[in-house]
């Protein structure tokens, strides 16, 4: 059994900077568990336990992927009793629900169970999020500027905890169209 899912993986760069704008939350925080560095990606379908990891495979190298930009604007906090789920925003365009649409029919038609709840696009930088009284996540998220970034390929992920560790292991990938 695998827990896989299908994800748009970014660039070192692109999640140093967010892993730098998560930091600068962590000091402003009491409480959360920040998503490492090297976690930071965008979920496009989550597919879980599974044993057919040669059919996930086969399906997500078949899928054409035109060539887009993503946007990343905005941070933003879904309330949770235990704290708050810390996001970062994406632009809901075109090419990206048409990609995801995309990714979700193909999955379904190989008879995978996909969630069919409406798709939210973000990032999770942490969990159990707690900020200090005095931070204005508003203020400081207004003061970020949007960052574009080329989509090169979407991947199919293995999520696993190695020695206590969170870790998201590409299994397989699919190039731009």
Not at 91 to 112: C, E, T
Not at 120 to 135: E, N, S, V
């Amino acid at each position: 059994m695998m827990r896989l899912f299908v994800a748009i993986d970014f660039p070192p760069a692109i999640r140093k900077q967010l892993a730098e704008i998560a930091g600068v939350v962590k000091k402003n925080s009491t409480q959360g568990s920040f998503t490492l560095e090297e976690n930071i990606h965008l979920t496009l379908a989550f597919i879980g336990e599974t044993e057919r990891f040669d059919t996930a495979r086969r399906v997500i190298e078949q899928i054409p992927v035109p060539l887009f930009d993503l946007t990343l604007e905005g941070l933003g906090v879904f309330k949770h009793h235990d704290g708050g789920i810390l996001w970062v925003g994406v632009r809901k365009d075109a090419p990206l629900i048409d990609l995801q649409s995309r990714v979700y029919s193909v999955l379904a038609d190989a008879g995978f169970n996909i969630d069919p709840r409406s798709y939210m696009p973000h990032l999770t930088l942490a969990r159990r999020t707690i900020f200090q009284k005095d931070f204005d996540l508003e203020a400081f998220s207004k003061s970020l500027p949007p960052i574009t970034i080329p989509v090169a390929r979407i991947s199919l992920m293995k999520s696993e905890r190695i020695d206590g560790k969170l870790t998201y292991t590409e299994m397989a990938s699919n190039r731009p169209a």
